[in-house]
Structure formats: structure tokens, C-alpha cells
């Protein structure tokens, strides 16, 4: 069983910075691939960050740049540097381990960010 836990959300002003955590039980971490993904209300999950076992990392557009993705698989953890936020990243933050057809996520924890 894989469980996945996220810390770190809150409110910050635009411009501001917060780092999101994941804390990953079970063995199946370390080999694969992880992602941060958001949902703001009446909008769609959308991928924001991911990384693979190996560390190569990827971003969507919007946040390429400011967001920062980053493992410690020794920790089974999984973090989010946000930097030069914008009020446009306001949403619920998921983590994410896909393992084959089955995607494991996180309860989410909130970003807000005001203007």
C-alpha cells in the first residue's frame, strides 16, 4: 500500500515562496517516477512538475522557470520550491506516483497566493 502525504501549502503573497513536501510510504518510491499536480475550483487536474527515478525533471509552460521539483530517495520524499509566485497558482497541489496503470495521490494540500 502506498500512501502519500503533502505539508507545506499556505497563503502567500504574490512574489512570495513556499516549498511543498511529500512523504512517500512503501517500497515502490525509488523506482518511480513522481509529480506534483494542481487543480484550481471548477478546473481540471493538471500536471505541474515531474521527476523520474533518475532525477530528469520536467515542467509545464506556466510555471517553468519558478517552480523547482527535486527527490530524496533516501528520505522518500518529494518537494516543490515555488518561487515569484502568482496569484494564477492558486489551487490544491497534488503529489503523485504513478505505478503502472495505477496512480496514487496525495489528500492535497492548499496554495494561495494573493494579490
Known amino acids: 500500500q502506498v500512501q502519500l502525504v503533502e505539508s507545506g501549502g499556505g497563503l502567500v503573497q504574490a512574489g512570495g515562496s513556499l516549498r511543498l513536501s511529500c512523504a512517500a510510504s512503501?517500497?515502490?518510491?525509488?523506482?518511480?517516477?513522481m509529480g506534483w499536480y494542481r487543480q484550481a475550483p471548477g478546473k481540471q487536474r493538471d500536471l505541474v512538475a515531474g521527476?523520474?527515478?533518475?532525477?530528469?525533471?520536467n515542467y509545464a509552460n506556466s510555471v517553468r522557470g519558478r517552480f523547482t521539483i527535486s527527490r530524496d530517495n533516501a528520505k522518500n520524499m518529494v518537494y516543490l520550491q515555488m518561487n515569484s509566485l502568482k496569484p494564477e497558482d492558486t489551487a490544491v497541489y497534488y503529489c503523485?506516483?504513478?505505478?503502472?496503470?495505477?496512480?496514487?495521490w496525495g489528500q492535497g494540500t492548499q496554495v494561495t497566493v494573493s494579490s
Open positions: 521527476i523520474t527515478s533518475g532525477g530528469t525533471t
Open positions: 503523485n506516483l504513478a505505478f503502472g496503470i495505477i496512480n496514487y
Open positions: 512503501g517500497s515502490i518510491f525509488r523506482g518511480n517516477a
